[in-house]
C-alpha cells in the first residue's frame, strides 16, 4: 500500500540516521489527481464517441450474421438427419460418403431415407463408396437421383447436405460431430460448387 501511494505521489519518505519515515502529502494533491483522472476519463469519452460510428457503420455493413448451431454424438447426428426433412423447398443436394454412414448408421435407409420419400423431398446425392457404383442408387420411386465418384477423386470425411438455405456438415463416425450453418450466401456458393461438380459426373 505504501509503494501504491508513493506512485501516486501521497506520500513521501526520507531518512534520517538508520530509520526511514514517510510522510503524507497535502490532500490537495489526491484532488490533482482525481481531476486529471476525470480529464483523461473525459477525452476517452469523447475518442469512443467519435469512434463508435465508425465501428457501427461497419458492423451494420457485414450484413446478416450466419446462425450456426452444433451437434454431438448419435443422438445429435440423428437430430441433424430429422432437420433435413424440414425443407421447404422439397430439395436436397449432398456429397456423402456411404461407407462411413452406413458404419455409424446400419438402418439409415430406414432411419432417413423413407421419412424423406413419405415427405416426397428430392434427393441429389454425389456419393463415394468403396464397393463401386451401386446399381439402385438412383431411384425415381425414391425420389432419389445419385451419381457416383471414386473416392481417389472425392476423398471425403464428412457429409455435406444443402437445403433451404442451410449447410450442414457431419463426421460419421463413432462420436459424430455435426454443424449447421444458417446463412444464403454461403449455401448457395456450396451449392454451386455442388452441381458444377454434377454437371461434370457420369
Do not use: C
Not at 445429435?76 to 456429397?95: E, H, P, S, V, W
Not at 456423402?96 to 415427405?119: G, M, W
Not at 477423386?153 to 449447421?180: R, S
Amino acid at each position: 500500500q505504501i509503494g501504491s501511494l508513493k506512485e501516486k505521489g501521497l506520500m513521501s519518505e526520507f531518512e534520517k540516521g538508520k530509520k526511514t519515515y514517510f510522510v503524507a502529502e497535502s490532500p490537495e494533491r489526491l484532488k490533482n489527481i482525481l481531476s486529471a483522472l476525470e480529464k483523461d476519463l473525459t477525452l476517452k469519452r469523447t475518442e469512443a464517441s467519435s469512434v463508435i460510428p465508425n465501428l457501427l457503420s461497419l458492423f451494420e455493413g457485414m450484413g446478416e450474421r450466419p446462425k450456426v448451431r452444433f451437434f454431438e454424438g448419435i443422438e445429435g447426428a440423428r437430430a441433424m438427419n430429422q432437420d433435413f426433412l424440414t425443407t421447404k423447398n422439397k430439395t436436397i443436394q449432398g456429397f456423402l460418403n456411404l461407407d462411413a454412414v452406413f458404419k455409424t448408421f446400419p438402418e439409415y435407409e430406414n432411419d432417413f431415407t423413407n421419412y424423406r420419400i413419405n415427405k416426397k423431398i428430392t434427393s441429389h446425392l454425389s456419393y463415394t463408396t468403396t464397393v463401386g457404383e451401386r446399381k439402385d442408387a438412383t431411384d425415381k420411386s425414391k425420389f432419389r437421383e445419385a451419381k457416383y465418384i471414386s473416392p481417389d477423386k472425392l476423398p471425403i470425411h464428412a457429409a455435406i447436405t444443402l437445403y433451404d438455405n442451410k449447410t450442414a456438415i457431419i463426421t460419421y463416425d463413432a462420436a459424430p460431430i455435426g454443424v449447421i450453418i444458417e446463412n444464403k450466401p454461403i449455401t448457395e456458393t456450396l451449392r454451386a460448387i455442388f452441381y458444377l461438380i454434377w454437371s461434370t459426373t457420369k
